[in-house]
């Protein structure tokens, strides 16, 4: 059974800080997603990544993908007030099968 | 482009009695799946359809049923309603043709309360 795992799972920092966001997951998969949530509201995706070493980068957010390591990485950059939400990883459980298995989400509070 | 537009967003229901909701997806997809929210569980698979056939199904019993039409839209059912039905219920689409990434899209979801 496919496990994932993102760490911390709350995470509280002031404005302008750098902190990195980690998604552990079990087994062999190279699709992975990156999804913010705001309260009250729906999940709003942020990322694709589809293969080994993919990196990808949308204003002071960037993720990556290691697939032999089985981890990718959510990294802010001189965090803004206004990238507070909770954000979740997800890992396709097999290639096209559209079936996605969530993290816990980190619930990330930006300070000003 | 019109996102995923589930209805009704918010309900409350008793326990015993059934619900159904609906999602209509992004015009052109052709896969809807369906996503259960609670806080204590997160995020959890519930089923897949694509072309009218179910794909895949999540750990779920069998009072959780879904559909899908030939226009692509669908609708997930409950039946005898308990307390931990209480949660909120994802939609999401995707492309899913030959080059398809997988990524969803999600529309805004359907709180359902059970009482």
């Known amino acids: 059974e496919l496990k994932v795992e993102q760490n911390p799972l709350f995470l509280s920092m002031q404005e302008g800080k750098n902190y990195t966001i980690y998604c552990n997951y079990s087994?062999?998969?190279?699709?992975l997603y990156w999804y913010r949530q705001d309260p009250g509201k729906s999940l709003e995706s942020l990322f694709v990544?589809?293969?080994?070493?993919a990196v990808k980068q949308e204003g002071r957010l960037m993720a990556s993908l290691d697939t032999k390591a089985r981890l990718s990485t959510l990294h802010i950059t001189a965090a803004v007030h206004d990238l507070s939400a909770t954000y979740f990883c997800a890992v396709d459980i097999r290639q096209g099968a559209q079936k996605l298995v969530f993290g816990q989400g980190t619930r990330l509070t930006i300070n000003p | 482009k019109a996102g995923v537009t589930q209805t009704p967003r918010y309900l409350i229901k008793t326990r015993g009695q059934q619900v159904t909701l609906s999602c209509s997806p992004i015009?052109?997809?052709?896969?809807v799946s369906w996503y259960q929210q609670t806080p204590g569980q997160g995020l959890q698979f519930l089923f897949e359809?694509?072309?009218?056939?179910?794909?895949n199904k999540g750990n779920f019993p069998g009072r959780f049923s879904g559909r899908q039409f030939s226009n692509s839209r669908s609708e997930m059912n409950v039946s005898t309603l308990e307390l931990g039905d209480s949660a909120l219920y994802l939609c999401a689409s995707s492309w899913a043709g030959l080059a398809a990434t997988g990524e969803l899209f999600f529309g805004e979801g359907s709180r359902l309360t059970v009482l």
């Open positions: 015009s052109g997809h052709r896969s």
């Open positions: 087994t062999t998969s190279d699709r």
């Open positions: 359809y694509f072309s009218e056939t179910q794909r």
């Open positions: 990544l589809l293969s080994n070493g």
